[in-house]
């Protein structure tokens, strides 16, 4: 099976920057997403890790490090609009729903970015 | 922008009704998924779907089927809600992936907000 750990609660002030770490157990996996979600809205795609290292959008950046099982969402620059759930997620090679897209997601961390 | 449209934001129903949830989107996804998400549990796949008239079982099946008669849509049905159903629902599309790395991102609707009494 899949396991997926975040953190489920992080706080840090205006213009800040924050480290969302995911640890994973899973035999193998395609690549790492990060979704974010306001409250009473829809998650929406963050980023993409399919290779070790860092990628980074903006204010934000994604790392992946397949020999550690980990992974994390670097947010800097932290601004109000950024509290929201973050979740991870995989797609993993072996299960049949993998070619269709299914991923498995982390239970999501909820940040609260404080003025 | 892909737009995934759910058809209601509220439901109320009673324990024991047939309940159809619907989702319709507007990008020719062939895959489309159904979630539902609660507070410390996040997202857990019910069920999922490829083509139309297919289907497969997520993690959390029981007590929930799936219809796609139409590739633009897929509807969720409890067959007879029950209280621990009481939930957030939350229908997704993205495109098929066809293996390896390539991503694919799930678009998501803004959920059905569904109470059971």
């Known amino acids: 099976g899949q396991s997926l750990e975040q953190p489920s609660e992080v706080t840090a002030v205006e213009g800040a920057i924050v480290q969302i770490n995911c640890t994973y157990q899973?035999?193998?996996?395609?690549?790492l997403s990060w979704y974010q979600q306001h409250d009473g809205g829809a998650p929406t795609f963050l980023s993409y890790?399919?290779?070790?290292g860092l990628e980074e959008t903006g204010r934000f950046s994604s790392f992946l490090s397949r020999s550690d099982s980990y992974g994390y969402l670097l947010l800097q620059e932290l601004q109000m609009k950024d509290s929201a759930s973050y979740f991870c997620?995989?797609?993993?090679?072996?299960?049949?729903?993998?070619?269709?897209?299914?991923?498995?997601f982390g239970r999501g961390t909820q940040l609260t970015v404080w003025p | 922008d892909v737009k995934v449209t759910q058809s209601s934001r509220y439901l109320v129903k009673r324990t024991g009704e047939k309940v159809f949830l619907e989702c319709v989107q507007d990008?020719?996804?062939?895959?489309m998924f159904w979630y539902r998400q609660d507070p410390g549990l996040g997202l857990r796949l019910i069920y999922f779907?490829?083509?139309?008239?297919?289907?497969e079982k997520g993690d959390i099946p029981e007590g929930y089927s799936v219809s796609r008669e139409k590739k633009e849509r897929f509807s969720l049905i409890l067959e007879s809600a029950s209280t621990n159903q009481t939930s957030m629902y939350l229908c997704?599309?993205?495109?098929?992936?066809?293996?390896?790395?390539?991503?694919?991102?799930?678009?998501f609707g803004n959920g059905t907000r569904l109470t059971v009494t």
């Open positions: 997704a599309s993205s495109l098929l992936t066809g293996g390896g790395s390539y991503n694919s991102p799930l678009h």
């Open positions: 899973t035999s193998g996996f395609y690549g």
């Open positions: 890790n399919a290779l070790d």
């Open positions: 997620a995989v797609r993993p090679p072996h299960d049949r729903g993998s070619t269709l897209g299914r991923l498995y």
């Open positions: 990008m020719d996804h062939e895959n």
């Open positions: 779907s490829y083509d139309v008239k297919m289907k």
